[in-house]
Structure formats: C-alpha cells, structure tokens
C-alpha cells in the first residue's frame, strides 16, 4: 500500500498516531547502549516486557518475539515441529510471505480457494488433504478472522497443524477468541501496513509450553542466549537443535510497546467506521465482503462489483474523491506471482503448477477495499458514502 498525492488520509492504520512518545521510547533505548535484548550494560528488558504483554493481548500463554511476520510464520511452523517436505494448505488469496514461510521450513505449499470472506474457504479445505498434508494456514485477512470452527474441525478430523497467518490482524477475534490462539500457533507482523508498526518485526503465539520452548531457541540460533547456558540448550527430552537469528532488537520493543495500548481502540474505531458505511450505503448494487465474525473484526471496508471493469471505475472514482482505494492484491492470487506458479525455491523447482483458482480470481478481480486510516474524519467517512452513492447514480444515470 502506497499512499498516492492528494488522498485525504493516509491509508496506514498506525502511523497517524505515531509522534513522541514513540521518539522518547527510542531514544530512550539508544541512551541506555542496550539494543540486545539478552544483555548489554543498562538493559531494559523491553522485548520481554513487549511479549508478556502482546501474550496478554491474544491471550496465549506464551509469545516469542522476532524479527518479522515471515520469520514468525517460520518459526511457528518449526517449533511444531513441520518435517521436511510436509505440505501446508495455504489460501490462493494471501501474501506471498505465506508461501515465503512455508518454503523457508521445508515445507510444500498446496494452495485452497477463498470464498465470499476473502478467507480460505473450509468447504474445500477436505478434498486437499493427502498423507502428505501436515498442516493448513488459515490467513485472517485484511482485520478478518477466517472462519475457525469448520477449519479446526476438518484439521482435528485429519490431524493437522493449523498456523493462523494473523499478520494482517493483530486486535482482531473470532466468536470471541482473539486470533493466534485459535490454532495451534499464530503469527504477526509488525511491518509498515500492519495494524501497529515499527516498520519491521513480527511475534508468534503460542499455547503449548514444549511448541514455545522450540520457536524460543529456534530464533536463537537454538537457544544460544534464550538459555544463556550453551549447556541447558537442550535436554533428554529435548535434544539441542540448529536454529537461525530471528531476534527482536530492544528498539523494536519498545516502539511496539508505546503503540499495543491503541490496538484495541483502532480497532474498535475503524469497526464503527465500517459499519456506518455499510449502512449508509444499504441499497447500493453492491455485495459486501461476508464476515465470518463481524464483532471481531478490525475494520475493513470490502465489497464485491459486478464486473472487474465496475471495480476499477469505483476505485477510480473513490481515489478522485481522496479516498485511498484499490482491487485487493491487484486482482492477483498468489500463484500468479511466477515463482510460486513455478514452484521456484532456493533450493529448486519444488512442486508442479498449482490449478486455476477461479472462484477466488472472482472475488478478487470484482473487490473494492477503502482505505480506512487512525485519523480519519467523519467528512472522510461521509466523502466514502457520498462517493459511493453518486458512483452509482452516475452508471445509472
Ligand atoms: C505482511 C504479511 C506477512 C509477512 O510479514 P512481514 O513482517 O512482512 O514478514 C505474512 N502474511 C501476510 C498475510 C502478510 O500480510
């Protein structure tokens, strides 16, 4: 998401709030030399004081803090344990870092149509599962939660791991669960789009005390400091294990600790946003974006038009008004994207041209989503009903 001249708010959820409180945190963190979140000479601890926190917020025991939302995926995928060349069903509508993850643990990507929700559709969830399928990723969509209870029940029936990719929703729940500890593990990130920022950095969440003991060291070059004891890096029941450098700086911590207190207003904000659209707009020849759980949701303005050329003349005619507004992923699944219709890895050709997803290329190809911002107005908000009425009125007319 860019922000093109002349829109009246800017598309990005957390930054209208950001300012000096987020410049005092970091300064204060450049001041004490502690930018290592394991030690330094006058560390403030603030990356474990961000995970405690953000564990409390998704209501998991546990959260491990990273370097970005892929990395979390990752981490996620490997602290349960993902054996090599497993496969994990993943929607055909998402960011390519779903499918990024999934490389990145040695996994194989199978790809699922959405339907109405923008969010993997569990009616064909059943018909993908093989003896390979080891787990499914299920993606919470632009502050929407997927729908849960049909998903975890086809993985309970099949035994799999369910990673939610909840990067684009962190605030938002589900039938009263906030997600990431729906699944098995949760994934988030903290990169400029998303709802709280400090440009980069990501969290997992999880519930299981052995699955957190995992993602812990992974992202620690297997536990090289998290146990600051090389020695108790693994035990009987534990072996050690290689990991990789996944690590939160202090800076990072503290930017997002200044803004977590605001997720849940922003949400709740941009919720009531959305809804006054919705119903300000009743009657206009569009199709909402069904929400599985429109209570826990974050906000998000998504409507389905009848034809791809209807979509891009409202888009038009939303940015000429001010208001940010695109086609959702250009229209693109992404196994269009040509690495991942190629199945082109680091490592190699890893898997044969995915199918045509057409009901998703439907939804996506026909979807207008308005930009909502944290500072946006109630004129911004009556320019959106205002615009949206006359866009018909005009094709009427
Ligand atoms: C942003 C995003 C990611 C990856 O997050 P990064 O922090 O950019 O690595 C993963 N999945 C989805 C759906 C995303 O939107």
Redesign the pocket.
């Known amino acids: 998401m860019t922000t093109e001249p002349g829109m009246r708010y800017e598309p990005w959820r957390a930054l209208a709030l950001w300012g000096e409180e987020e410049a005092a945190a970091a300064l204060e963190v450049v001041r004490s030399r502690s930018l290592f979140r394991y030690y330094g000479p006058d560390l403030g601890h603030r990356t474990d004081a961000f995970e405690r926190a953000f564990a409390e917020l998704a209501g998991v025991p546990h959260t491990v803090a990273v ?7 990752t981490a996620a995928m490997v602290g349960l344990g993902i054996p090599e060349g497993a496969e994990v069903i993943v929607p055909a509508v ?2 390519v ?2 499918v ?2 999934v490389v990145a643990a040695r996994g194989v990507p199978v790809f699922a149509e959405v339907d109405d929700t923008l969010t993997l559709d569990p009616a064909k969830l059943e018909e993908l599962v093989t003896e390979r399928t080891w787990g499914v990723m299920p ?3 632009a502050n929407v939660a997927a729908d849960m209870d049909p998903i975890l029940e086809v993985a309970r029936r099949h035994g799999l791991r369910v990673i939610e ?1 909840a ?2 929703a962190a605030g938002v729940s589900y039938r009263g669960r906030p997600v990431g500890g729906i699944g098995d593990a949760g ?1 988030f ?3 400029l ?2 709802n709280i920022t400090a440009g ?3 969290a997992v969440t999880v519930t299981d005390a052995d699955v957190y003991d995992r993602v812990a060291r992974y992202q620690d070059q297997g536990g090289q400091f998290t146990t600051s004891k090389g020695a108790t890096r693994g035990t009987a029941d534990h072996p050690p294990f290689i990991g990789a450098n996944l690590r939160m700086t202090e800076l990072t911590a503290a930017i997002l600790s200044v803004q977590l207190p605001r997720l849940v207003p922003l949400c709740k904000r941009l919720r009531d946003v959305a809804r006054q659209v919705r119903a300000e707009t009743a009657g206009l020849p569009l199709q909402w974006r069904r929400l599985p759980d429109e209570e826990g949701s974050g906000g998000d303005l998504t409507f389905f038009t009848e034809s791809r050329l209807e979509a891009r003349r409202v888009v038009g005619a939303l940015t000429a008004a001010g208001i940010p507004a695109h086609t959702m992923y250009q229209g693109q699944t992404v196994t269009s994207n040509r690495a991942v219709r190629e199945g082109r890895t680091p490592w190699g050709v890893a898997w044969e041209r995915p199918p045509r997803f057409r009901a998703s290329e439907g939804y996506l190809g026909r979807s207008v989503t308005v930009g909502l911002g944290a500072a946006m107005t109630d004129e911004d908000v009556d320019t959106i009903v205002a615009t949206l009425r006359s866009a018909w009125a005009d094709a009427a007319g």
């Open positions: 370097s970005s939302g892929t990395a979390a995926l998402t960011f870092a779903s990024g993850a993606v919470h969509l990719d990067a684009q994934a990130s903290f990169q789009d998303k980069e950095g990501g």
